[in-house]
């Protein structure tokens, strides 16, 4: 299996720019998540879905995250617009509850805003 | 609300030396404890976990004991190498899907 794929890597975008984030679970995987690493405020979990649907929403930070899973196969995470403040490293993850909930990370999107 | 205190890094030992990573938690109940493993430039790793009290979880050579007492998950091994140089993360999860972490200890080895 591929693991969780993250597109892209590295992301560099000027403040006020949409930013979408991409993320493919592995494979038969029922629950997605959207995690934020920063120094200041080390992981925080943004979002998780369940089967698709949004279960838990409550550490987007604001309006101005939004994410999305149209299929069990494919997640994004769009920031409109970007400010430095949103400069950190994104990670998707995902489990499957039969597999006892173990969460499989992909290498993480790391976004720079200027 | 659920917490988890991890001893701040960076740590840095000699090869073949003994390691301890003290972590700490507060939540309501029993959460299931976790270490994590964050190589660089990659996502993070499950390395070991425990479910319930006194269970030992165990993996390459590391080992943390879950101690309700004093609720506490530390992580140990006692000759570290220089390919575990890695962020390592304790975190706990209860209930629903969701995992807090601590705040990661950096952890080089010299050789």
């Known amino acids: 299996d591929a693991g969780v794929i993250q597109s892209p890597r590295h992301e560099v975008t000027e403040m006020g720019q949409e930013v979408t984030l991409r993320c493919k679970p592995i494979?038969?995987?029922?629950?997605l998540f959207w995690y934020r690493q920063t120094m200041m405020r080390g992981l925080e979990l943004l979002i998780y879905?369940?089967?698709?649907?949004?279960?838990?929403d409550s550490g987007m930070p604001e309006d101005r995250f939004s994410a999305k899973m149209p299929n069990a196969s494919f997640s994004t995470l769009k920031i409109q617009p970007s400010e430095p403040r949103d400069s950190a490293v994104y990670f998707c993850?995902?489990?499957?509850?039969?597999?006892?909930?173990?969460?499989?990370f992909g290498p993480g999107t790391r976004l720079t805003v200027t | 609300g659920n917490s988890v205190t991890q001893m701040e890094g960076p740590v840095t030992l000699s090869e073949e030396a003994f390691l301890t990573i003290n972590c700490t938690y507060t939540?309501?109940?029993?959460?299931?404890l976790f270490w994590y493993v964050q190589y660089p430039g990659e996502g993070l790793q499950l390395l070991l976990k425990?479910?319930?009290?006194?269970d030992k979880g165990s993996n390459k050579g590391f080992e943390a004991t879950y101690r309700k007492e004093t609720t506490s998950f530390h992580l140990e091994k006692g000759s570290v190498q220089v390919s575990d140089s890695a962020v390592y993360f304790c975190?706990?999860?209860?209930?629903?899907?969701?995992?807090?972490f601590g705040q990661g200890t950096r952890l080089t080895i010299n050789p």
């Open positions: 494979s038969g995987h029922d629950y």
């Open positions: 939540a309501t109940g029993y959460p299931s």
């Open positions: 975190a706990l999860r209860q209930g629903a899907q969701k995992l807090v």
């Open positions: 879905f369940n089967n698709n649907v949004p279960i838990d």
């Open positions: 993850a995902s489990s499957f509850a039969r597999l006892d909930y173990e969460q499989y």
């Open positions: 425990a479910t319930k009290a006194d």
